[in-house]
């Protein structure tokens, strides 16, 4: 496969984000991110990627009010960069099935827990992991998936477990499965680089 053009969709801090810069920059990754965008302004996310030299956008309802215009622009910028693949990292929004349809299997999320559990609506940052120590988990972890147009119920592609101790917080267990988060998201970046993972590109092509 040809070098990937990437967009990394965030909300928050973007250090999934900083994950990918670092493995592009270290040649671990064949790959190239070719915008940013959140729909938060102030995401720390977008400052990383300035810092890099990555072209960024914010769509949110600060410059787009209505969510029809929101997921139009969204769509407007991925078809103009010619994306392979679409990364949500910490994204906290829903995208429009237009977008699920146009970018069918080239469009995966990384979540906080081992799926099928502990996903789904109101399942994301800590109320993940409130809940695993909540019900005395002995175990929780990461996945990565392709995202459909259900709410983490894409197929599954990659997971790694960590162990969740005694004497955890959900911050403790947040920090934890997030460096695990870091390599996981990349390892399965590089499968799709490589061909291990077949994403909808292909076909995309042909149509």
Known sequence: MSRLKI?????????????????????????EIKVVVSNRKNAFGLERAQKHNIKTAYIGVGN???ISLRHRALL?????????????AGYLSILSPEIIKQFEKRIINIHPSLIPKYCGEGFYGEHVHEAVMLNQEKESGATTHFVDEGV????????????VFKEDTAK????????VEHHL??????AIQMGQVKIGLEEAKND
């Open 7 to 31: 967009a990394v969709l965030i909300s928050g801090g973007g250090s999934n984000l900083q994950a990918i810069i670092d493995a592009i920059e270290s040649r671990e990754l064949d790959a």
């Open 64 to 66: 787009y009010k209505e």
């Open 76 to 88: 407007e910028v991925l078809v103009s960069e010619s994306i392979d693949l679409i990364v949500l």
């Open 152 to 163: 983490d119920t894409g197929e599954i592609i990659k997971q790694e477990r960590v162990a």
């Open 172 to 179: 403790t267990l947040a920090a934890r499965i997030l460096k």
């Open 185 to 190: 998201l990349v390892s399965t970046i590089k």
